[in-house]
């Protein structure tokens, strides 16, 4: 069967692997951006769109009858729901990514999609009304890393704290996967945890950058924030999908020696 083709509104780093993937299925497949010869270099010439969510004279550019991606906060809501009524059709796949910052932290015990959102941020109620009015597949995405995200350069730089807090991460590869298996088989109006299934302490991803490579770690401090821990059924029961990257350490240790190799 043919595929529709496929628009990645706001293709930065995510939408970029997206990209990748969908070209190695040989799928027809646009990359959006505010300035596309400067942002979108890794999209042929001729997939790449100019789109801008407040500008409606933009909106024209967006092929008719599209799959869709949508890569960034879909905010203002009502600019965002006028133009999902422009561009979503019955025939549409429309995946939408979220955050897990719609889960507030603190909660004990694995958080599911069965948990509720915090409809008071604004990103999250936007989110929820695309999802329940126009057939949204939302996906929430724990931290994202890998090529060019390496989580111990956020060590060497101090963006992260050594403490117990958890955390939740995937692999930037393992997220172009599973998005393109959400316009697949998603169901319209569904949402999933997009995560490796793992969460660890920060305390213990610095231990390993200390351990095994040698990185310079901050001290350890205390926090009250405890963090979340994200279940990953879901998403890789219902996709059937084993995930690339499974392991944090292993694929940490990967990108430390890939960038150590280079001249």
């Not at 083709?5 to 969908?22: C, D, H, K, N």
């Not at 407040?54 to 906060?73: A, G, H, L, M, N």
């Not at 998603?186 to 200390?210: E, L, N």
């Amino acid at each position: 069967m043919a595929h529709a083709p496929l628009v990645i509104l706001g293709a930065g780093y995510t939408g970029r692997f997206i990209y990748r993937a969908a070209r190695r299925r040989r799928r027809l497949v646009f990359a959006t951006s505010r300035d596309p010869d400067a942002h979108l270099t890794f999209a042929q010439p001729d997939h790449r769109i100019f789109f801008d969510l407040r500008e409606p004279d933009t909106w024209t550019q967006i092929p008719p009858t599209s799959d869709i991606v949508w890569c960034f906060p879909a905010l203002p809501q009502d600019v965002a729901g006028t133009f999902a009524q422009h561009a979503i059709d019955r025939d549409s796949r429309f995946v939408l990514l979220g955050s897990t910052s719609a889960y507030r932290s603190g909660r004990p015990g694995l958080i599911d999609e069965r948990v509720p959102v915090n409809r008071s941020l604004p990103r999250v109620s936007s989110e929820e009304y695309l999802r329940t009015t126009f057939g949204a597949t939302v996906l929430r995405l724990s931290g994202l890393y890998g090529p060019g995200r390496h989580v111990f350069d956020w060590i060497r730089n101090g963006k992260i704290k050594n403490t117990t807090k958890y955390v939740n991460l995937i692999h930037i590869e393992d997220v172009a996967e599973l998005c393109l298996l959400a316009l697949q088989h998603a169901a319209p109006g569904s949402t999933y945890i997009v995560s490796d299934g793992h969460p660890r302490s920060w305390a213990d991803i610095c231990r390993f950058a200390a351990e095994h490579f040698q990185i310079a770690v901050p001290q350890a401090t205390v926090t009250r924030d405890a963090g979340k821990r994200l279940s990953a059924r879901k998403v890789l029961s219902d996709f059937n999908y084993r995930l690339k990257h499974p392991d944090l350490f292993t694929a940490l240790g990967e990108l430390e020696s890939t960038r150590s190799s280079r001249p």
